[in-house]
């Protein structure tokens, strides 16, 4: 369209996202300020007050599912970081990775395992827990990057490791319809797994060390497994039995949740960490529901394309409302999609729930200059993972 046709709401947008950019250490403020301008100019462009007042109502009320389901699982796994940190089982893993950078490699590796069944901020978080440990000097911004990468990418071929593909799986496309996707994933992995290591070599380097003298505390470990199994079991269950009931309430939040609470009398949680992370939720929250708020009636033509650019998109605009609208239209090649979307995400920091979730743990990273600058590698991975699998 033309620019004297750009609807409002993406100028606000825009500048919602320039706002996070430039003062990323109020992202929240500026996400609340965008999302306010633009649930106000919703209200008075309507007729009437009441029918613009309706209209947002409306809007909430068939999003409160996804927006409610995305802060349970923030928070809690928030917790389940906590509660894996204080188990010391992440001080046992040091020595027991290759040195130098292909150390680094490895426990990316292991991220991507676990994003393929684990929800990626699941795999995300686990992974931040690791290097803290791994990496005792500092895990920099670019291997944050990679972090989120391998949780992003680990989910992409998966109808269980991400809400795109899972999305995909409700709609009738098949589980192994989708694992093509991992062409991609693999292809880009080989490129930033290896430049974010060694990135990260440089500037910090992994410390293997010895054996942890701290005991680990199996039954905290157990409440984690606990937790990240329900949650699995959680999600399976309802796909495959009950998809029609998954736009009813938020099943996964609130499977997470009801295991948190069944553990706690083994093992309390640190509830303190819920301050810090609710900043991190609250933000992508909002900026989940002001990306919902756009104008948008139907996406491109697909073509190879508009799906490189659609992944491109999903780096600043929610993908899961991206996928619905591609799934209503039909006609894209599925596994290359949910590549293009699960791992477009990876490119900026709250591009993703799994960057976002990252970035509790490492609140300074969250400037979108510092996250392009460190992490260039991440765009050129996605476009080698995409090409990749459209000549494949």
Not at 242 to 261: C, I, K, Q, R, S
């Given at each position: 369209m033309s620019i004297q046709d750009v609807p409002l709401e993406y100028v606000i947008f825009s500048m919602t996202l320039l706002g996070v950019a430039v003062f990323h250490h109020r992202a929240l403020g500026a996400a609340l300020l965008g999302l306010t301008v633009t649930t106000t100019l919703v209200i008075v462009s309507a007729p009437t007050i009441v029918e613009g007042t309706n209209e947002i109502v409306g809007h909430l009320a068939d999003e409160w599912v996804i927006l409610t389901n995305l802060l349970l699982l923030l928070l809690g796994f928030a917790i389940v970081s906590n509660q894996f940190e204080r188990s010391h089982l992440p001080e046992t893993v040091p020595p027991r990775l290759p040195g130098g950078w292909v150390g680094g490699v490895v426990l990316l590796g292991i991220v991507f395992f676990l994003s393929s069944f684990l929800d990626n901020?699941?795999?995300?978080?686990?992974?931040?827990?690791?290097?803290?440990?791994?990496?005792?000097?500092?895990?920099?911004?670019?291997?944050?990057?990679?972090?989120?990468?391998?949780a992003n990418a680990g989910g992409a071929g998966s109808v269980i490791g991400d809400t795109t593909t899972t999305m995909m799986w409700i709609s009738g496309i098949g589980a192994i319809e989708l694992l093509p996707a991992f062409i991609g994933a693999f292809a880009a992995f080989a490129v930033f797994a290896p430049f974010a290591a060694i990135s990260q070599q440089r500037r910090s380097p992994i410390s293997r060390g010895s054996a942890s003298s701290h005991k680990v505390d199996w039954v905290r470990a157990s409440t984690v497994l606990f937790i990240l199994g329900t949650v699995v079991g959680a999600n399976v269950i309802a796909n495959a039995y009950?998809?029609?009931?998954?736009?009813?309430?938020?099943?996964?939040?609130?499977?997470?949740?009801?295991?948190?609470?069944a553990t706690t009398p083994l093992r309390a949680p640190d509830w303190r960490v819920l301050g810090e992370a609710a900043k991190g939720a609250g933000f992508l929250v909002v900026l989940v529901a002001l990306a919902s708020l756009m104008p948008v009636d139907r996406l491109p033509e697909p073509t190879v394309a508009s799906t490189l650019g659609l992944g491109f998109l999903s780096a600043v605009f929610d993908n899961i409302p991206l996928t619905a609208l591609a799934l209503n239209q039909g006609g894209y090649d599925w596994p290359l999609l949910a590549y293009a979307v699960g791992f477009g995400g990876s490119m900026v920091w709250f591009g993703s729930s799994a960057g976002v979730a990252l970035t509790n743990l490492f609140p300074d990273s969250r400037s979108v200059v510092q996250w392009i600058r460190f992490g260039w590698f991440v765009p050129i991975s996605y476009v080698v993972g995409f090409f990749a699998m459209v000549l494949i």
């Open positions: 901020i699941a795999g995300a978080i686990i992974g931040g827990v690791i290097a803290r440990h791994v990496f005792p000097q500092g895990v920099t911004i670019a291997f944050q990057a990679g972090i989120v990468s391998a009950f998809p029609d009931h998954e736009d009813l309430m938020p099943v996964l939040g609130m499977a997470l949740w009801a295991a948190v609470v």
